[in-house]
T-cell receptor
Framework: NAGVTQTPKFQVLKTGQSMTLQCAQD?????MSWYRQDPGMGLRLIHY???????DQGEVPNGYNVSRSTTEDFPLRLLSAAPSQTSVYFC???????????FGDGTRLSIL | AQKVTQAQTEISVVEKEDVTLDCVYE???????LFWYKQPPSGELVFLIR??????QNEISGRYSWNFQKSTSSFNFTITASQVVDSAVYFCALSGNNAGNMLTFGGGTRLMVKP
């Protein structure tokens, strides 16, 4: 049982490059979300989805794009990477808001 | 808007001491859920406890205990007889009725337990 799988674990990009962070879960959870973790600021919600075909913005959505074509996958796209997007990114899933979210192991992203 | 505040950014204790991590939250929702997560040095996020807004009973799990008080909007976490393995960053989080009910996190408290 893999849970929530994020790839890659580490990535270095140059300013202006684009890339996609992958997230997949095998628990058939409807709710999925992306957070970024910056020192002293906890985790902040970027985008979320409450089911296939449904996405919405969180607290810090600018510069990111998401889609949810299947229940299992929820990729996060950086459209044009900026140094301010250097962070650790976590994907999470859950049955609904009453249940604990299961987190992936994170992707450490550096933008030069 | 909802908010979670963890005023203690870092706490350092000696092994076997008791330590309490504070969490204060703000929300206008009448139904909400509170969570604690642990992030050890390896970086993953580990779920510890969930509490809904209608259940103010305190909970104990081994050396861990949680004190939920709606009157002061607090959900504090106590570790009794701390151990080196408790060294981690601990996050308090809130799920309300906004933003798809996703989590709003506090800034985290880094706990260092010295032998």
């Amino acid at each position: 049982n893999a849970g929530v799988t994020q790839t890659p674990k580490f990535q270095v990009l140059k300013t202006g490059q684009s890339m996609t962070l992958q997230c997949a879960q095998d628990m058939n959870h409807e709710y999925m979300s992306w957070y970024r973790q910056d020192p002293g600021m906890g985790l902040r919600l970027i985008h979320y989805s409450v089911g296939a075909g449904i996405t919405d913005q969180g607290e810090v959505p600018n510069g990111y794009n998401v889609s949810r074509s299947t229940t299992e996958d929820f990729p996060l796209r950086l459209l044009s990477a900026a140094p301010s997007q250097t962070s650790v990114y976590f994907c999470a899933s859950s049955w609904d808001r009453t249940q604990p979210q299961h987190f992936g192991d994170g992707t450490r992203l550096s933008i030069l | 808007a909802q908010k979670v505040t963890q005023a203690q950014t870092e706490i350092s204790v000696v092994e076997k001491e008791d330590v309490t991590l504070d969490c204060v939250y703000e929300t206008r929702d009448t139904t909400y859920y509170l969570f604690w997560y642990k992030q050890p040095p390896s970086g993953e996020l580990v779920f510890l406890i969930r509490r809904n807004s209608f259940d103010e009973q305190n909970e104990i799990s081994g050396r861990y205990s949680w004190n939920f008080q709606k009157s002061t909007s607090s959900f504090n976490f106590t570790i009794t007889a701390s151990q080196v393995v408790d060294s981690a960053v601990y996050f308090c989080a809130l799920s309300g009725n906004n933003a798809g009910n996703m989590l709003t996190f506090g800034g985290g408290t880094r706990l260092m337990v010295k032998p």
